[in-house]
């Protein structure tokens, strides 16, 4: 099966069915939903196949494909998956079927207001168009709604499945029109706001990144292709140049602070499907990029800005956990969580020993599972109470306890409790980086203890304590988890769990990707310091 062209036909088979879904008559749109899911579960049924292929141990780039493009540029349809891409390649495969299916009724219109309830005339304007918002957007297409979702799992493979430097430039870029519109015409309050925002934030970064890719293009001999590239030679100052441009878009897309502040704002608007795959996914491609391309094409670059990035890793771990802590609107507080998230995988990639990159990369697959089931959670305590707000809620476990229970859940694996996935990559995280730089570990660590009061104070706020008595008075609180949404969470829950405890199978793919890595940059792990252990201890 090594030969079979994977990611070609990965890339391609979203695609096409994103053009069959969107031509399927508006007024069929369950229709319209089960073909979106059975395409997805198509990819997800090749992409395990593709896993189960993937030798490790083998060649660093395996399922290589290259077909010619842009011949007179050096330009190539040149795809390749290492143990990183691998990893968040089946991420998306697992996300996208069960977003859809979470997302049912997302593009149906108007569920949203008919359940609020108890709004006196007072009632603060912003608040108020924050609940009617929530959900209720016009009445758009059904089809395609979800023919965007498939759009957007095409780009999302392409991204990381490229290994041509121009082909990734594209993919990364045309990524960004599927959730503009999802955000944009299927979200709730600010939408247009969060949707142009966010778009403006990544274009202004691809700007950087097309800057260096041109550069790199001059100074690499007009090619492309990653592994060629990876061999050039290039000057000590034109390298550092060429990394911020790749580094500020790639900062921007993550996001890393001080390049944050589009996150929130899309995060909150958008539907808790597209959520989930904006911070489950789609920010991985910033943290993955500085892996892929930052770190191998520049080396001594990415040394020399490292302080600069641990930095920001750590502004980003407290700061953005110091806001969660304030948020009145669940989406954002989700989104805000990512950010201080985002922040430990920075730290990880550049501190530059095996476990903590490995631990980092980890950390993007089990922050993937981890948020996309609380934003999906959170997405269906929205859709009971016609409300994002915290103070909305009160005590809903009475009333939906299945419900309270995933989103408890979903909330120690967010704040990495030992026995969930996010454990294990936030321990390999901070001792790889304690072997090598004390105070950035002891630093980061900080962001743990944050992390238990921002989530621990929301699921007390919306589903402990006393009934609010406005949940009462709405119908659809009182319908707790069905069979869809079981089904939705249930494999989420698993892999969570499994990989919490036995992580081996996906450490196994991912190591040999992080080690050819830090080899790239020069970097070795310490040695063990036994003599200082055994003199200690005498």
Known sequence: MSDFPFLSVLTVAPLVGALV?????????????????????LVLALSVVM?????????????????PWIPAWGVRFTFAADGIALVMLMLIAVLVPLV?????????????????????????????????????????????????LLVLECTMIGVFAAADVFLFYVFFEVMLVPMYFLIG??????????????????????????????????????????????????????????????FLAFAIKAPFFPFHTWLPDAGGAAPA??????VGVLDKVGTFGILRYCLPLFPEASKWFAPWALA???????????????????????????IAHFGFIGVGIFAFTTQAGTGAVLYMVNHGLATGLLFLVVGMLIARRGSALIKDFGGAGKLVPLLAGVLFFAGLASLALPGTAPFVSEFLVLIGTFTVNKPVAVIATLGIILAAAYVLWMVQRTTQ?????????????????????????????????????YPKP?????????????????????????????????
Do not use: C
């Open 21 to 41: 879904v969107a031509f399927l008559p508006r007024r069929r749109p369950e229709l319209a939903k089960q073909v979106a899911l059975g395409w997805s579960l």
């Open 51 to 67: 896993w189960v292929s993937f030798q490790v141990g083998g060649d660093r780039l395996q399922f290589r494909e290259s077909y």
């Open 100 to 148: 859809i299916l979470a997302s049912w009724h997302d593009a149906d219109g108007g569920s949203g207001a008919s359940t609020v309830s108890g709004r006196g005339p007072g009632a603060d304007a912003e608040e108020g168009a924050a609940r009617a918002g929530a959900l209720a957007s016009p009445k758009r297409s059904v089809p395609v709604y979800f023919a965007l």
């Open 185 to 246: 015409s299927y979200g709730g309050h600010q939408r247009q706001y969060a949707a142009v925002k966010f778009f403006l934030y990544s274009l202004v970064g691809g700007l950087f990144m097309l800057a260096a890719v041109i550069g790199l293009w001059v100074v690499g001999g007009k090619t492309f292709d990653w592994q060629t590239l990876t061999q050039v030679d290039i000057s000590t100052g034109t390298e550092r140049w060429l990394f911020l441009g790749f």
């Open 273 to 278: 499907g597209a959520a989930a795959l904006l």
């Open 312 to 338: 920001l890793g750590l502004i980003g771990i407290i700061y953005a956990a110091l806001l969660a802590v304030g948020q009145s609107d669940l989406k954002r507080l989700v989104s805000y969580t990512s």
């Open 465 to 501: 304590g006393t009934l609010n008595p406005e949940l009462a008075t709405v119908e659809a609180m009182h319908r707790d988890l069905s069979l869809r949404e079981k089904v939705v969470v249930a494999p989420l829950i698993a892999l969570i769990v499994l990989l919490g405890f």
């Open 506 to 538: 996906v450490t196994d793919v991912i190591n040999p990707a992080v080690q050819a890595t830090m080899q790239d940059v020069g970097k070795t792990d310490p040695a063990p310091e036994v003599g200082s252990v055994q003199e200690a201890s005498r």
